[in-house]
T-cell receptor
């Protein structure tokens, strides 16, 4: 069964803290997406990766294929980073299987 | 360029009525996906279209749900005889191509459906 698990479900942080959100998946995937959803907002794709590491501004995503694990890191977190972060695995069927999301709140 | 657009942004309907939700993908994107996000639930796949291939309907929750994609572009998701459990945000996404390659999916803003 294709499954995607995320942790933690909820995360609070003080502005400036380093944040890590974890995602694990059950079987081999083609790629993994990290998505961001602001309250009442749409979904924005942050990264799509199938190996290694990607960086965009203060966001870093890594994936370890052998361990079937990916992490999203936010450096120097800011209140505007408050959102739900969702990892989604792309399996052979070309459709995304989503994790349950991590609700992040960053306080000033 | 323009992103994925969806209409309406909000729809309130009475139980038992039919509704149509529209998605305009990014121009040139051959793959189009419908997803649903129910209150308190995660995102779930509904259906996807890839070029002229038969759509993958494996995620549709019941035969009250159907979708079509005309001319390889605009897609309409139809829900017949709506039920309260159909209340959710319906999201559309498109990507450049899926066969033989891995391409990022771009999401629309969603349609919030409320069935009263």
């Amino acid at each position: 069964k294709n499954e995607v698990e995320q942790s933690p479900q909820n995360l609070t942080a003080q502005e400036g803290e380093f944040i890590t959100i974890n995602c694990s998946y059950s079987v081999g995937i083609s790629a993994l997406h990290w998505l961001q959803q602001h309250p009442g907002g749409g979904i924005v794709s942050l990264f799509m990766l199938s190996s290694g590491k990607k960086k965009h501004g203060r966001l870093i995503a890594t994936i370890n294929i052998q361990e079937k694990h990916s992490s999203l890191h936010i450096t120097a977190s800011h209140p505007r980073d408050s959102a739900v972060y969702i990892c989604a695995a792309l399996y052979n069927t070309d459709k995304l299987i989503f994790g349950t999301g991590t609700r992040l709140q960053v306080f000033p | 360029g323009a992103g994925v657009s969806q209409s309406p942004s909000n729809k309130v309907t009475e139980k038992g009525k039919d509704v149509e939700l529209r998605c305009d993908p990014i121009s040139g994107h051959t793959a189009l996906y419908w997803y649903r996000q129910s209150l308190g639930q995660g995102l779930e796949f509904l259906i996807y279209f890839q070029g002229n291939s038969a759509p993958d309907k494996s995620g549709l929750p019941s035969d009250r749900f159907s979708a079509e994609r005309t001319g390889g572009s605009v897609s309409t998701l139809t829900i017949q005889r709506t039920q309260q459990e159909d209340s959710a945000v319906y999201l559309c996404a498109s990507s450049l191509q899926t066969s033989g390659g891995i391409y990022e999916q771009y999401f629309g803003p969603g349609t919030r459906l409320t069935v009263t």
